[in-house]
């Protein structure tokens, strides 16, 4: 317990170390002024702008904006979609895996586009090298750019002025990929590399046991999908078992700096925001809040995985530790801490099977998708969140003193309102109503692994986990069918487009308006006041949406389990 | 229709940076630099590759130490990776780890109440645990030693050279590689007793 409490220090303390830095140069980058790696950088990005005919000082309004947006998701979608279709006949394919099947295919396009990388499919099982490459770990560079872009008009637009522009997509996406995502891959990708994570061309090793038997390995070009699936809030890993696979996580080192990776890029955008808004407070007010809820949760389910399973404790078992689904080189503490950082960043890479863990520790997890991936959330699109919910707050704030809500110098009006609502209950419908749905048909639980409560939780955490566009999985429930392909798929959507989507109007109309100068009547928005408030907002519109469900899956098992009853 | 062809541009460019230049980058300098590590840390005996030092293995043989039990249909089929993904209030997994204690408790030779590790009946995530936890490996030194006609303060000594530590005291558990320490027990009965150092080498 001593040396979970020292990890948790000090990964924190590593964590401020990195993120602080990084969320000035992404400042930088964003603002478009010079940066320590400019020199080797701006050749390339102004060759590619070039190349692809945009010009980078061309303003976009927030429907052009919008529209650049669709269209890019939906070249890559196509791409990926149709590469997976015909990669039986494509080179680097050294197993000679076939076409992928149609919904499984459909599916894996809508979630890696969206940033999810739920998968559906085991990937040394099913996909080729080329599709891991080009398909796959392209998504996972340019999803995550997207993702950091469409965060960029809303913060420009508190400190623009009756401006109807909020930038240029092509430029905050590529300077995305190239000052920031690319020099950060390049650099962990080493890192794992010297840790054991294989990084090769050649096809499966076959090796002649020690009992004489043999063992076919599955190899590949890892690395470089493993370091920006973790950088990028992407998750989806080259092998099924994702990083408990020693081939993508083999040391305690190596699973560190995975982590460290997941949390680094949405742990310093609040930093960005601060910086970009000439408010750094407000930046401060709002990594406090995600601090604070990441912190509660990650206590809770410390405190729900080290009980362990009363029933095999009973059964005498030397510890009761719950090692089911975990790696001995890992533990029950890294296990659980990674399990908080890749739940509330929308990450979903996992170093052990949720859904093995405790039904509590599970809970845990499903809320922090359920509020919609806002506790540091997926790189760009948390921070979103979080500002819708700043939104809420703020307006909640306004009502209780009888005056318009302002937000950093902007009037909140009817639309920023409607906009952040949808933005935070559309996600939360779509899984809720389609959780429902799978419980009530056949189809639906013919899919799981466990019975009972559990297999409740496994259907629940499956929605949650696409509407928040997370990608991490109660893995036992068979999602390979067309009933959940098609299903996840759909939410995936509605959780990508519903959150992006309004933002960028809301970006739309508050540039548009005048700053109005603070008075001694406006809430102040950079103080812990807000920040309590805001914790509040989260929590209380998480309870009163998911409690029920929650209480009838990850609740009921533990009470029933802590009763001796089984499944 | 000018912005539906920058979109593709766009894409395209970016695939190939980010979907060719960045994994061959990454590659050829971690051959270069890390060619054990990026080929899978294999290791050879008798010039023949016997598996990887970071993947386990199934010993099934008494003279060996066992790993963890392996959810994967094939155990460690390391073509196919993944966990049991059982519930803990699973009553066909709670049965299933009791069976697997029994065996456990039945073939060293322990007492039928006797605490057995928990990394030893239950199965890890990626079916591919190379480790056990150091108990895991304790509670199998008698049964070893016998099967082999060695001294068991030999075959514990063995084990306690193989321990791998937390790294700086906190990252990771105290832990032993079953692959590495087998190997290591070959050796040693080669040897007829005299603990030498592994002549394994790696490469490949």
């Given amino acids: 317990m001593a040396k979970d409490i020292t990890y948790i220090l000090v990964f924190l303390g590593v964590l401020m170390l990195l993120a602080l830095p990084l969320g000035h140069y992404m400042a930088q980058v964003f603002t478009g002024r010079r940066t320590f790696m400019s020199f080797i950088i701006r050749p390339f990005e102004s060759g590619l702008y070039r190349l692809c005919r945009v010009n980078e000082n061309e303003e976009m309004s927030w429907k052009q904006y919008s529209l650049a947006f669709l269209l890019f998701n939906a070249v890559g979608f196509m791409v990926l979609f149709l590469l997976q279709i015909v990669q039986g006949r494509l080179p680097l394919n050294p197993m000679g895996f076939g076409s992928v099947r149609w919904d499984t295919a459909l599916n894996t396009a809508i979630s890696f586009v969206t940033n999810t990388n739920w998968q559906a499919y085991g990937g040394e099982t099913t996909m080729s090298y080329l599709t891991q490459m080009v398909g796959l770990t392209v998504q996972n560079f340019v999803s995550a750019a997207v993702g950091m872009a469409v965060a960029l008009p809303l913060i420009r637009a508190f400190t623009s002025k009756l401006r109807n522009t909020i930038g240029n997509f092509w430029v905050d996406m590529t300077r995305s990929v190239l000052y920031v995502l690319l020099p950060l891959s390049i650099i962990l990708a080493m890192l794992l590399v010297s840790q054991g994570v294989v990084q090769t061309f050649a096809p499966s090793v076959k090796a002649q046991t020690i009992e004489g038997t043999e063992q076919v390995i599955a190899v590949g070009p890892v690395a470089s999908q493993v370091a920006i699936k973790e950088l990028g809030s992407n998750g989806g890993g080259f092998f099924n078992a994702n990083s408990s696979h020693p081939f993508e996580n083999p040391t305690p080192f190596s699973n560190f700096l995975e982590m460290l990776a997941i949390l680094l890029i949405p742990a310093a955008l609040p930093f960005t925001f601060g910086i970009m808004v000439k408010n750094r407070r407000q930046g401060w007010a709002i990594f406090a809040a995600m601090m604070i809820l990441f912190l509660v949760g990650l206590g809770a389910a410390f405190w729900a995985e080290w009980q362990g399973n009363p029933i095999l404790a009973q059964s005498g078992l030397g510890s009761s530790t719950n090692m089911e689904g975990k790696e001995v080189r890992f533990g029950i503490g890294p296990s659980v801490l990674w399990g908080q950082v890749t739940t509330v960043t929308s990450n979903g890479s996992v170093n052990a099977m949720h859904d093995s863990m405790m039904p509590l520790t599970g809970l845990v997890f499903m809320f922090n998708m359920a509020i919609g991936e806002v506790i540091f959330g997926g790189v760009g699109v948390g921070l979103i969140g979080m500002l819708m919910y700043a939104i809420l707050a703020i307006f909640l704030a306004g009502l209780m003193i009888g005056r318009t809500p302002e937000f950093l110098g902007k009037k909140l009006e009817a639309r920023e309102m409607i906009m952040a609502v949808i933005a935070v209950i559309a996600p939360a419908m779509a899984s809720l109503i389609f959780a429902g749905i799978a419980v009530a048909i056949p189809t639906g639980l013919s899919s799981l692994n466990n019975p009972g409560p559990h297999g409740l939780s496994e259907i629940l955490y499956a929605f949650f986990s696409a509407a928040g566009n997370n990608g991490s999985a109660f893995a036992g429930l068979n999602a390979n069918t067309v009933f959940y392909n098609l299903a996840t798929g759909f939410v995936m959507l509605v959780g990508r487009s519903a959150t992006i989507l309004p933002a960028l109007a809301i970006a739309g109309s508050l540039a548009m308006k005048k700053s109005v100068p603070s008075s001694s009547a406006t809430f102040p928005t950079a103080s812990p006041l807000f920040t309590v408030l805001l914790i509040g907002v989260v929590l209380i519109v998480g309870a009163l949406t998911f409690f029920p469900a929650l209480i009838l899956g990850p609740f009921l098992e533990h009470l029933l389990i802590f009763a001796g009853r089984t499944f | 229709m000018k912005e539906f062809i920058r979109a593709l541009l766009v894409f395209v460019v970016l695939s190939i940076l980010t979907g060719l230049a960045y994994p061959f980058l990454i590659t050829r300098v971690a051959q270069l630099i890390f060619p054990r590590q990026a080929k899978g840390s294999l290791l050879t005996v008798n010039g023949k590759i016997s598996g990887s030092a970071l993947i386990g293995q199934k010993f099934t043989n008494p003279g060996y130490f066992h790993g963890r039990p392996s959810a994967l249909e094939k155990a460690y089929d390391a073509s196919n990776s993944g966990g049991s993904n059982f519930g803990p209030s699973n009553s066909k997994f709670l049965e299933e780890v009791g069976q697997r204690m029994e065996k456990v408790r039945v073939t060293n030779g322990l007492g039928v109440n006797a605490p057995v590790p928990a990394d030893l009946v239950l199965a890890s995530g ?73 002549k394994q080498g790696t490469g490949g």
Avoid: T, Y
């Fill in chain 2, 126 to 198: 990626s079916g591919l645990d190379p480790h056990i936890s150091v108990d895991a490996a304790m509670v199998q030194a008698p049964r070893v030693a016998k099967a082999r006609g060695l001294r068991e303060s030999d075959i514990r000594d063995l084990v306690q050279k193989h321990i791998e530590g937390p790294l700086f005291g906190f990252l990771g558990q105290e832990r032993v590689n079953v692959l590495r320490l087998n190997l290591a027990l070959d050796d040693l009965s080669r040897h007829g007793g005299q603990s030498g150092e592994s």
